[in-house]
């Protein structure tokens, strides 16, 4: 006895001295979290009962000798191993430390090596492998997490930061993209890569979020609860998957629509039916507006000097505001272009109260005239500038009814203007023209800036536009009184000398258009163009210059050349017609340069 007691001791002292640590127990480890040398001890003990337990009922004496084991121990200790480490698992998404993220990633592999324990024993009969064998802990942990993210889903509640008349279904939504980005950033790195659990995880809050959301839409929805709807489907879901840290780690294309097409069509025609009755009274209350201020008189307000107009921006923003939106709510621009065909409907109407001021003699308006060409011309930069945002035949409808209303409303500035010049305008061409070109320029100019001295008020690029279309009417009616041929230029002297004088008009009525505001540069070399015609004496000559000139104005006619060529008194009746006939047999190219074909002047030029 007192031989063993100082073998003990000396073992003792050999233990202490080579600092050998004790190998901890199973109750050690357990208290401890180290979960996978618990598990692992586990194993060994049940390997060791399996063995025992297959050598026979004689056995028994050595396994209370040697490991003092029984099968019910084993379970009981195992079953206290599992409680913790399903706890550490359904206790996943409250990490907020890195130790408590070492402490699932020890749970996590816990659970993956009594699977793999598990396939240890495939293949074997039921009465070769031990009969509490295969655990099934994998399917259990994916059990509990499923469990976890239904009663956090459940758990979900109204807070201060959602609205009132929004349903449950809002945090819901907010309560899935903080768990998801949870997983991402604390539970992913605990599973290895194959496990995937960040798609585990998005699947099973998908399942379950689509099924809140197809028990809401069952239901009779009010228009609000739809929008709601339809926006969390097609915007605010894809906003969560396509959030930067989460698009990286979950494939969407293995997860289902959130809503079936048939619960998803019904919601969008009633979406896009509110919004298009919506938009429609939004606009025709604009027009109402603006119709209303026209009939009792009111002047547009001045800002800056400048005529405000507030309807173009009303309309503009009503139109944009809304199909963005709906651009948003149904994930679908071709789906939103619903929405601007109301535009369509609003530009019928406007159309006849346009009309209406126009035929009109109250004294304000010209000035809503003004207003509502800048209103116009807005309108149609933004529907040109935005064409995705209309279906194709009301973008080209809106452009039209637009370019008509446009026209008329020049077509008013401009009779007016050359009603007023009219007078003048009857000594352009005449033998006292010759006399005083100077003088009746100078008369013209002076009525004329009395006339458009009004249009100061305009914004600059209506004002640009209006003005641009002035100065080419003015510049036809000048060039159309000069082929009324009331004088025949008869010698070279008095051809050189009208010659002189239409470039020195031409050049001062130029400057002044252009000074004004037109931007119609192009112009300025029309008149000295015909001008270049009277000088020249040669036939052939002429016919040269004349094929020059019409590549330059395609809409230049054989009537135009006939009336401007009878000016020169001294071109013999067979010059003239060999002239013409070589104009009428001249073949140009159909395909012009579209930057040409877009300076059509000759054709507003009316000659007898």
Not at 162 to 191: G, N, Q
Not at 213 to 238: F, G
Not at 374 to 384: A, E, N, P, V
């Amino acid at each position: 006895m007192t031989k063993k007691l100082g073998m003990l001791k000396l073992f003792k002292r050999h233990h202490e001295k080579n600092n050998i640590p004790a190998v901890p127990t199973f109750k050690q480890n357990l208290q401890a979290c180290r979960f996978v040398d618990a598990g692992k001890q586990l194993i060994t003990r049940e390997d060791r009962l399996f063995e025992l337990k297959q050598d026979g009922i004689g056995s028994k004496m050595k396994l209370v000798e040697e490991e003092e084991d029984s099968e019910a121990r084993l379970a009981k200790d195992y079953e206290e191993w599992l409680e913790l480490v399903m706890h550490k698992l359904e206790n996943s998404l409250d990490i907020q430390s890195p130790d408590e993220q070492e402490l699932l990633k020890e749970a996590v592999q816990a659970m993956l090596q009594e699977e793999e324990q598990d396939m240890r024993w495939e293949g074997f009969q039921e009465n070769g492998r031990p009969p509490w064998r295969p655990r099934k802990c994998k399917q259990n942990h994916e059990a509990l997490l499923e469990g976890l993210v239904k009663r956090r889903m459940e758990e979900a509640s109204l807070n201060s930061s959602v609205e009132m008349h929004s349903f449950p279904i809002i945090c819901k939504a907010k309560r899935l993209e903080e768990d998801l980005l949870k997983v991402v950033t604390w539970v992913s790195s605990c599973y290895p890569e194959q496990e995937n659990v960040c798609q585990f995880y998005a699947t099973l809050y998908h399942k379950i979020f689509s099924a809140e959301l197809r028990e809401v839409a069952e239901y009779t929805l009010c228009d609000k609860d739809c929008v709601l709807l339809l926006q969390l489907v097609n915007e605010d879901y894809p906003n969560i998957l396509n959030g930067e840290k989460i698009k990286k780690v979950i494939d969407q294309t293995k997860l289902d629509p959130l809503l079936p097409e048939d619960m998803i069509a019904p919601m969008e025609q009633q979406f896009l039916t509110t919004f298009e009755r919506e938009v429609s009274t939004c606009l025709h209350k604009i027009l109402d507006r603006e119709e209303t201020a026209w009939k009792e008189g009111e002047l547009p307000q001045l800002r800056d000097q400048v005529y405000c107009c507030d309807q173009a921006i009303d309309v503009i923003q009503c139109i944009h505001i809304n199909v963005e939106c709906a651009q948003k709510v149904l994930g679908n621009e071709a789906k939103a272009q619903r929405i601007t065909c109301q535009m369509r409907n609003f530009l019928t109407d406007y159309k006849a109260f346009h009309a209406k001021v126009i035929r009109s003699r109250q004294t304000n308006t010209e000035a809503v005239l003004m207003v509502n060409l800048s209103f116009l011309i807005q309108c149609r930069d933004y529907i040109t500038k935005k064409a995705h945002l209309f279906p194709e035949d009301v973008k080209s409808d809106c452009l039209s009814l637009l370019a008509t209303m446009i026209e008329n409303s020049h077509r008013h500035f401009t009779s007016n203007m050359l009603m007023e010049l009219k007078d003048l305008y009857r000594k352009v061409g005449s033998s006292e023209w010759l006399k005083n070109s100077d003088g009746i320029c100078e008369e013209l100019l002076a009525k004329l800036d009395g006339h458009i001295q009004k249009f100061n008020n305009l914004d600059k690029i209506c004002c640009q536009e209006l003005l641009g279309g002035m100065h080419k009417e003015f510049l036809a009616e000048y060039v159309r009184k000069m082929m009324k041929r009331k004088i025949k230029l008869s010698n070279k002297e008095q051809q050189q000398m009208a010659a002189s004088l239409l470039c020195i008009n031409s050049e001062r009525m130029h400057t002044y258009f252009t000074e004004a505001g037109s931007n119609m540069d192009w112009l300025k070399d029309i008149v000295p163009n015909l001008a270049g015609l009277l000088k020249l004496q040669d036939p052939d000559s002429i016919k040269l210059e004349l094929v020059t000139l019409m590549k330059l104005y395609p809409d230049l006619s054989e009537r135009h050349i006939s009336a401007w060529l009878r000016l020169k008194g001294n071109l013999s009746p067979s010059d003239l017609k060999n002239i013409q006939k070589s104009v009428t047999c001249s073949q140009f190219s159909e395909t012009q340069d579209s930057i040409q074909l877009s300076k059509s002047f000759f054709s507003i030029v009316k000659t007898k």
